[in-house]
Antibody, heavy 120, light 106 residues
Framework: QVQLVESGGGLVKPGGSLRLSCGVS????????MSWIRQAPGKGLEWISY????????YYADSVKGRFTISRDSAKNSVYLQMNSLRVEDTAVYYCARGGTRSLTWFDAWGQGTLVTVSS | DILMTQSPATLSVSPGERATLSCRAS??????LAWYQQKPGQAPRLLIY???TRATGVPVRFSGSGSGTDFTLTISSLQSEDFAVYYC????????FGQGTKLEIK
């Protein structure tokens, strides 16, 4: 059974940092592209970053470029999102999502999400 | 960026009736379009990919159609569990989601 479980969310002050983790099971992490997608309270979905199955290709949405860093550790079956210089507008539920075995596909499995609140 | 526009924002339909949700892309996305269902407090669930292919375990009452810029999600006979928010998403050029259509009980 495919499972993704996010952790690491919480309350942080503007300018602070957080590191989100996504532990996966039920599939081989190194076979899949993985993304982080967020949803601000009461709002829609925003893709923010992906990392390729090899880990060599990484992309970010303009809204987080230069502040967020995605990484993966296949030995630990985990994907990470290091978030620095956090802003109030980064407040959202952050989902880890599984993409396909190639770039630019749909997301067929999602974690339950972890809430990040940026507030003074 | 490709803008995805969903309509209507809210759709009121009675159980047992058909629901038709629309999604329009600002430029062609070919058939690189997915539909998701999201219930309150839950993560999105994949329903349709490649515009018309049902994901594993999705009931046959859900169907998708369209290509290029205009897409439709049809739910043929609404069940109580179908009332939720639905998002379309293009993956032709990076990823963009529509703003969602809330399907509510009439």
């Amino acid at each position: 059974q495919v499972q993704l479980v996010e952790s690491g969310g919480g309350l942080v002050k503007p300018g602070g940092s957080l590191r989100l983790s996504c532990g996966v099971s039920g599939f081989t992490l190194s076979d899949h592209y993985m993304s982080w997608i967020r949803q601000a309270p009461g709002k829609g979905l925003e893709w923010i970053s992906y990392i390729s199955s090899s880990g060599k290709n990484i992309y970010y949405a303009d809204s987080v470029k230069g502040r967020f860093t995605i990484s993966r550790d296949s030995a630990k079956n985990s994907v990470y999102l290091q978030m620095n210089s956090l802003r109030v507008e980064d407040t959202a539920v952050y989902y880890c999502a599984r993409g396909g075995t190639r770039s630019l596909t749909w997301f067929d499995a999602w974690g339950q999400g972890t809430l990040v609140t940026v507030s003074s | 960026d490709i803008l995805m526009t969903q309509s209507p924002a809210t759709l009121s339909v009675s159980p047992g009736e058909r629901a038709t949700l629309s999604c329009r892309a600002s430029q062609s996305v070919s058939s690189n379009l997915a539909w998701y269902q999201q219930k309150p407090g839950q993560a999105p669930r994949l329903l349709i990919y490649d515009a018309s292919t049902r994901a594993t375990g999705v009931p046959v009452r859900f169907s998708g159609s369209g290509s290029g810029t205009d897409f439709t999600l049809t739910i043929s006979s609404l069940q109580s569990e179908d009332f939720a928010v639905y998002y379309c998403q293009q993956y032709n050029f990076w990823y963009t989601f529509g703003q969602g259509t809330k399907l509510e009980i009439k």
